[in-house]
């Protein structure tokens, strides 16, 4: 069974900084692309950044210039710095990961979320 499990979620004021980090456990024979999303109250998930098993990246356009994604293969972690935070980018965000398993299967996996509040 594979588990994503996000954590460094919390309240910060406009302006300010979180760092979301996502550990991936379980029989893993390799991680594909991972990502980050995130939705807000009323609203649908939407792709916050994506990042490929070589390191290519892509942000949306809402985060881009603010929010960072990274990864690291050998931890099996994938990270979001978020600066120059907005109340707009109150939500809860998850992280996501393609997975192969060591039959060789490939799935989609989902963590619990984290909530982010930005908020004076």
């Known amino acids: 069974q594979v588990q994503l499990v996000e954590s460094g979620g919390g309240l910060v004021q406009p302006g300010g900084s979180l760092r979301l980090s996502c550990a991936v456990s379980?029989?893993?024979?390799?991680?594909?692309?991972m990502a980050w999303y995130r939705q807000a109250p009323a609203k649908q998930r939407e792709l916050v950044a994506s990042i490929t098993r070589g390191g290519t990246t892509s942000d949306a356009d809402s985060v881009k210039g603010r929010f960072t994604i990274s990864r690291d293969n050998a931890k099996k972690m994938v990270y979001l710095q978020m600066n120059s935070l907005k109340p707009e980018d109150t939500a809860v965000y998850y992280c996501?990961?393609?997975?192969?398993?060591?039959?060789?299967?490939?799935?989609?996996?989902w963590g619990q979320g984290t909530q982010v509040t930005v908020s004076s």
């Open positions: 996501n990961a393609q997975v192969t398993d060591f039959e060789l299967r490939t799935q989609n996996y």
């Open positions: 379980g029989r893993i024979f390799s991680i594909n692309d």
